[in-house]
């Protein structure tokens, strides 16, 4: 019988199928799209993230990310990285290195979708397949985690992202963060000739209207991008619980705040090692204590940030903070990096 069943072969579920093949467990990964696979992402890594990545064993091309930088057009504050940079990375290259690891290490991809998960005391069955557990790393809007009951209701207002590429050399070193009153415009350096370039927002409108709020930034960008928009959200995601019997969520799935600082690759990671932890010892219910464990410094800073920029009075006063702050914003991004 297989060990762990992972439903879903993005980052999340790769990560989660590489721990569990290199602590000697039997996985197999679920997943119907081919390598690799390109979605809606900011593609910066900070350092923490980059480095679990590193102690996968797996190997990314990119740039290194030494900072963050707020900028609104009239204040700019930056915060370096004190110890090792982080990465830009593009998400179908990302994908691609988790997918050869895997591969390396003799983890089986199926390409199946596993619809009608049935479990006992046991064990987990879906499409054909059993497993002693499984690891739902099925995404933002997850259908297993939405199968199981396990998606709570949503109050606010409901944030999208918009992704797109430009063939332009990057002008820093650090991700620049561009912020207008409705939106914030984050810039990833990629590689010699290409910068990522995600917004995020409550209001709807096209790529081109969001970005037409960041004049400055505009101006450095060419007139031609070097890709198709690509969407996602809404982001705020919420799971009455990480585990149902012997079905764990990862990444994603397990409930998401908000894009705002760039953790989400490096949360899926702490996510599925606290996982395979729990699959090894045979305790699934230890699982959500670890989640939390891992997630709870994350979730705090970013509610936090996320509750300020919803407040119109308090919004236009956070990158003014920062820059007149430089202590307390290096302390911040480096205590989330």
């Avoid at 096209?206 to 809404?234: E, I, K, N, T, Y």
Wanted: glycine share 10%; hydrophobic share 45%.
């Amino acid at each position: 019988m297989i060990d762990l069943l992972v439903a879903g072969g993005g980052p999340a579920g790769l990560a989660t199928a590489i721990h569990a093949a290199r602590a000697g467990l039997e996985v197999v990964v679920a997943e119907p799209r081919p390598t690799p696979i390109d979605k809606a992402c900011g593609e910066g890594l900070m350092p923490h993230g980059a480095q679990a990545l590193a102690g996968l064993g797996v190997q990314l091309t990119g740039r290194p990310l030494h900072g963050i930088r707020y900028l609104d057009g009239r204040y700019q504050a930056e915060a370096r990285f004190r110890g090792e940079p982080g990465q830009g990375v593009r998400r179908t290259d990302l994908h691609t290195a988790l997918a050869d690891r895997a591969r390396r290490l003799g983890v089986r991809v199926l390409p199946v979708r596993l619809d009608g998960v049935r479990q006992d005391g046991s064990s987990v069955r879906a499409a054909g397949l059993r497993a002693r557990y499984l690891a739902a790393a099925d995404g933002l809007h997850s259908p297993i985690r939405r199968a199981l009951g396990l998606d709570l209701p949503v109050a606010g207002p409901r944030r999208h992202g918009l992704r797109r590429h430009f063939a332009v050399a990057p002008w820093s070193d650090c991700v620049e963060v561009h912020w207008s009153p409705s939106a914030e415009a984050y810039v990833t350096p990629l590689a010699a000739e290409l910068v990522g370039v995600a917004v995020l927002s409550s209001r709807r409108g096209s790529f081109d209207q969001h970005l037409a709020a960041f004049p400055a930034l505009l101006d450095r960008l060419p007139s031609a991008a070097a890709g198709p928009v690509r969407g996602a959200g809404p982001m705020r995601q919420r799971a009455r619980s990480r585990v149902a019997g012997r079905v764990l969520l990862v990444g994603d799935a397990a409930g998401y705040v908000d894009a705002l600082t760039g953790e989400g690759l490096s949360l899926a990671l702490a996510g599925a090692a606290a996982l395979v932890d729990c699959v090894r010892s045979d305790r699934p219910e230890a699982y959500e204590r670890a989640w939390r464990g891992a997630t709870r410094r994350h979730r705090a800073l970013t509610h936090a940030l996320l509750w300020t920029r919803g407040r119109a009075a308090l919004a236009p006063y956070i990158v003014p903070a920062a820059a007149h702050l430089p202590p307390l914003f290096a302390a911040l991004v480096n205590r989330l990096s």
